[in-house]
C-alpha cells in the first residue's frame, strides 16, 4: 500500500499509484490528498440505480456511464464523482476531464459543500458540458439538479422532482426520462 509522505505538493501521477485503504475514497484536491469515507448504502443506491438509466440512454450514442472512476482535471487536481458519462469506453482507473460528458455528484452530508460549490466549479472550468447534483435528504424524496455549461459556467436547464416523471437532456443529443423516487427504496415487488 502507498503511504502519504508529505502534506501537499502530489501529482496526478501521485495519485493514480495511490492504492486507498478499502472503504475509502480519495481525490486529490490542490496537491494535497483529501480521504472521504466510501458512500453509505442510500448513496450508492442512488448513483447505481442513475448510472444504469444513463448508461442505457447513452450506449447508442457510443457513450458510457460508470460510478467513481477519478477524473483527472488539472495538476494537482482530480476528483472522483459519483457517476460520469464518458465519450469512450473506460478501462482505466482514471479519465481525462475532455473524455467526460456529464458528471454527477450525490450530495453527502460530508461532502456535501464539496459537491454543491467546489466540484462543479472546477467541472466547469475544465469545460465539462454537463453537471447533475442529486440531492437525496429532502422530505419528498430525492431532487435531480441538471446544469449545462454557458460560457464557463453551469446554468440550471432541469429540476426532477420525486413522484413526477421527468425528461433531461445528455450531452450528445441523448435524454434520460426518470422519476428521481424510483432511485430509493426496495424494487422488490409487494415491498
Same mark, same amino acid.
Given at each position: 500500500?502507498?503511504? +502519504? ?31 472521504? +469515507? ?9 448513483? $447505481?440505480?442513475?448510472?444504469?438509466? #444513463?448508461?442505457?440512454?447513452?450506449? $447508442? ?5 460508470? /460510478? ?7 495538476? !494537482? ?5 459519483? #457517476? @460520469? ?6 478501462? /482505466?482507473?482514471? @479519465? ?29 472550468? +475544465? ?9 437525496? !435528504? ?13 460560457? $464557463? ?14 425528461? +433531461? ?12 423516487? $424510483? ?9
Amino acid at each position: 500500500m502507498t503511504s +502519504a509522505r508529505r502534506l501537499a505538493g502530489y501529482t496526478l501521477d501521485d495519485w493514480e499509484r495511490l492504492e486507498p485503504a478499502e472503504g475509502h475514497r480519495v481525490e486529490l484536491v490542490d496537491g494535497r490528498f483529501v480521504v472521504n +469515507a466510501a458512500p453509505a448504502v442510500a448513496h450508492q443506491r442512488v448513483a $447505481d440505480r442513475l448510472c444504469r438509466l #444513463l448508461d442505457d440512454a447513452v450506449a $447508442d450514442g457510443g457513450m458510457e456511464a460508470v /460510478t467513481a472512476v477519478g477524473v483527472r482535471i488539472a495538476p !494537482g487536481l482530480g476528483y472522483i464523482p459519483d #457517476l @460520469v458519462v464518458c465519450t469512450e469506453l473506460v478501462e /482505466t482507473p482514471t @479519465v481525462a476531464v475532455e473524455l467526460v460528458a456529464l458528471a454527477v455528484e450525490v450530495v453527502s452530508p460530508s461532502t456535501a459543500r464539496r459537491d454543491r460549490l467546489e466540484k462543479p466549479a472546477a467541472f466547469a472550468a +475544465a469545460g465539462v458540458p454537463a453537471f447533475w447534483r442529486v440531492e437525496i !435528504g429532502g422530505v419528498d424524496g430525492p431532487i435531480i439538479y441538471c446544469y449545462r455549461l454557458d460560457q $464557463d459556467v453551469y446554468v440550471e436547464v432541469a429540476t426532477l422532482r420525486a413522484g413526477a416523471t421527468g425528461t +433531461a437532456d445528455v450531452p450528445g443529443g441523448m435524454t434520460v426520462t426518470v422519476d428521481p423516487a $424510483d432511485l430509493i427504496g426496495s424494487r422488490r415487488p409487494g415491498s
